[in-house]
Structures are given as structure tokens and as C-alpha cells.
Antibody
Framework: QLQLQESGPGLVKPSETLSLTCIVS??????????WGWIRQPPGKGLEWIGT???????YYNPSLKSRVTISVDTSKNQFFLSLSSVTAADTAVYYC?????????????WGQGTLVTVSS | SYELTQPPSVSVSPGQTASITCSGD??????VSWYQQKSGQSPVLVIL???KRPSGIPARFSGSNSGNTATLTISGTQAMDEADYYC?????????FGGGTKLTVL
């Protein structure tokens, strides 16, 4: 069964860059049927889509975060990555990586367990 | 930008039917997915493409989508169904989530 696992620092200082990796196992990122995405959830709040990437490297970003977000993919390592610059306390959240189904309006059928990132000095 | 609106909370008695709505302009022309999220857990896809249940999702979960409203229906609601539920769609290369609905099984 496909597994996704987020990894990265749990604490980031304000104004610095948050960097996370999603490791995909028991399945290949190199597939024409799926997108790969990042979603976050601030404590006690709802889900917010951050961005999505295709294995060819074509990303789509949430317009509200676009100026600070970069998502990339490394098919050789079966991993994809999130970079969020100039973070503030408002970026404190559980960050999830997920697989999106292309034919189903990006329904996310597999999710990572999530990783809490706290922005604090 | 496109928005999806959900009621903040819905309550239901065990064994009864729960309906959670999701509203958006011309939503019936788009595919809608639904996710269940229990406390401290990752979201789980329970409905995709408006009406389809992924493998392993109980038949008591069903979906519909018409006009400006999509609905998640849980028939014979059980205590284990108490969770937050989110609708989601795709619009002009953006993934859109609703604000979420807390389902309480009283």
C-alpha cells in the first residue's frame, strides 16, 4: 500500500524558510495518473491547500501563498518537497503531503501522517 | 476566488441520518470529494467524484451534487462517525477546501 511520510524540522524561526520532504514508498511518483500535493492545517482550524506538482515538475500554488512557496519533485528519489519562505507565526500548522487523483478533481486518496511545524524564536 | 461553504456543526442521534452540505457557485458542474478527519488523525477520503466510495468506506456514506450544493449523507450514523468533515473541489488549477463541519453524534 502506498505510503507518504513527511520529514523536516519541527521548529522554524520567524522570517526563515520552512523546508519539508515527502517520501513516497510502495509506489512511484513517476505516474501520469497522479499529482502530489501539500496541505496544511493550523491548530484547531481547517485544511488549507498549499500547492500541487506533477511528476514532470509543473507546480500549481495557492494564490494566497504563491509568492512564498516552491514545490519541487525528485523522481529518482521518489520524493517531493515544500519550501515556504519568510515564515511567521501564522504558518504554524500540521503539514500534510498527499496524492491527488487527476481524474477526480484532485481528490486526495493517500495522506501522510502530518508533521507539526511551529514558527517561533 | 472560488469558495466552498459548510455549516460549522451538525448534530445527529445514533442510528439517524446525518446530512452535511457544501455550497458553491455552480458546484454541480464540478466534482466534489469529502474527507473525514478524526481528532489527531490525517483526513480520510470517504467520497470522490460526487458519489463514489473508495474501497473500505462503509456503504452508509453517500454523496450527491446538484445545482449549487453537494451533500454528504451518513445513514444509520454511528458513534465512530463523530469527526470533522471537509468538502473539496478543483477550480482553475486550485484545490479548494470547505471550512469543515463538526459532526456530533449525541
Amino acid at each position: 500500500q502506498l505510503q507518504l511520510q513527511e520529514s523536516g524540522p519541527g521548529l522554524v524561526k520567524p522570517s526563515e524558510t520552512l523546508s519539508l520532504t515527502c517520501i513516497v514508498s510502495n509506489g512511484s511518483i513517476y505516474s501520469s495518473s497522479y499529482y502530489w500535493g501539500w496541505i496544511r492545517q493550523p491548530p484547531g482550524k481547517g485544511l488549507e491547500w498549499i500547492g500541487t506538482i506533477y511528476y514532470t515538475g509543473s507546480p500549481y500554488y495557492n494564490p494566497s501563498l504563491k509568492s512564498r512557496v516552491t514545490i519541487s519533485v525528485d523522481t529518482s528519489k521518489n520524493q517531493f518537497f515544500l519550501s515556504l519562505s519568510s515564515v511567521t507565526a501564522a504558518d504554524t500548522a500540521v503539514y500534510y503531503c498527499a496524492r491527488h487523483l487527476m481524474i477526480a478533481a484532485s481528490a486526495s486518496d493517500y495522506w501522510g501522517q502530518g508533521t507539526l511545524v511551529t514558527v517561533s524564536s | 476566488s472560488y469558495e466552498l461553504t459548510q455549516p460549522p456543526s451538525v448534530s445527529v442521534s445514533p442510528g439517524q441520518t446525518a446530512s452535511i452540505t457544501c455550497s458553491g457557485d455552480y458546484l454541480g458542474t464540478k466534482y466534489v470529494s469529502w474527507y473525514q478527519q478524526k481528532s489527531g488523525q490525517s483526513p480520510v477520503l470517504v467520497i470522490l467524484q460526487d458519489v463514489k466510495r473508495p474501497s473500505g468506506i462503509p456503504a452508509r456514506f453517500s454523496g450527491s451534487n446538484s445545482g449549487n450544493t453537494a451533500t454528504l449523507t451518513i445513514s444509520g450514523t454511528q458513534a465512530m462517525d463523530e469527526a470533522d468533515y471537509y468538502c473539496q473541489t478543483w477550480d482553475t488549477r486550485n484545490v479548494i477546501f470547505g471550512g469543515g463541519t463538526k459532526l456530533t453524534v449525541l
